[in-house]
Nanobody
């Protein structure tokens, strides 16, 4: 059974940094695209950043230049380095991973990021 376990959320002052991690468990699995999404109350879940297996990345305009997504394929882990955080970045962040050869999508449980002004 595959599970995505997120960590690294928390409370930080505006201008500060946080690093989110998402580790996928499950033996014998590997993943293609991995991504981070976020969702505010009452809003749709939005893509923050995505990364392909070979390292190509894409970002939402609102986070370009501040956030960096990376991954470790050997560990089935994806990271999100968030710098210059703003109060509007406050919300729950979810990781997403697409299993190779099946295209089945998995979601993490979400981690809260709160940026105080």
């Amino acid at each position: 059974q595959v599970q995505l376990v997120e960590s690294g959320g928390g409370l930080v002052q505006a201008g500060g940094s946080l690093r989110l991690s998402c580790a996928a468990s499950g033996s014998g699995v590997s993943f293609g695209d991995m991504a981070w999404y976020r969702q505010a109350p009452g809003a749709q879940r939005e893509l923050v950043a995505g990364i392909t297996r070979d390292g190509r990345t894409n970002y939402a305009d609102s986070v370009k230049g501040r956030f960096t997504i990376s991954r470790d394929n050997a560990k089935n882990t994806v990271y999100l380095q968030m710098n210059s955080l703003k109060p509007e970045d406050t919300t729950v962040y979810y990781c997403n991973a697409v299993r190779r050869f099946t295209n089945y999508q998995y979601w993490g449980q979400g981690t809260q990021v709160t940026v105080s002004s």
